[in-house]
């Protein structure tokens, strides 16, 4: 069974910064790569970030560049987002998900069809 556990939201002011592991299970780590998405309160679920281990890239929106960073632990099938200088517009339930290699370079199209139950993240101005 596919399972995501998505953790280490919270309630964090402007500027502050969180990192959010994803733990995975119950399929190949490796043989797919790692998208973060989110949904905002009244808006539609949408890409984030991705890392993919077949070579290694990893991509990011342009609202997060240079502020967010994914990173992988593949002995602990394990995704990270580490989130900097958070702004109130990254309020949202964060989510991740595995998808196929060849999507994670487009952010605005990648999806999946296994999903956790998210972790909420709130930035206060």
């Known amino acids: 069974e596919v399972q995501l556990v998505e953790s280490g939201g919270g309630l964090v002011q402007a500027g502050g910064s969180l990192r959010l592991p994803c733990a995975a299970s119950?399929?190949?780590?490796?043989?797919?790569?790692i998208g973060w998405f989110r949904r905002a309160p009244g808006k539609k679920r949408e890409g984030v970030s991705c890392?993919?281990?077949?070579?290694?890239?990893?991509y990011y929106r342009d609202s997060v560049k240079g502020r967010f960073t994914i990173s992988s632990d593949n002995a602990k099938n394990t995704v990270y987002l580490q989130m900097n200088n958070l702004k109130p517009e990254d309020t949202a339930v964060y989510y991740c998900a595995p998808i196929p290699h060849s999507g994670c370079p487009f952010i605005a199209t990648m999806e999946s069809d296994y999903w956790g139950q998210g972790t909420q993240v709130n930035v206060s101005s």
């Open positions: 890392i993919s281990s077949s070579d290694g890239g990893t």
């Open positions: 119950g399929f190949t780590f490796e043989s797919y790569a």
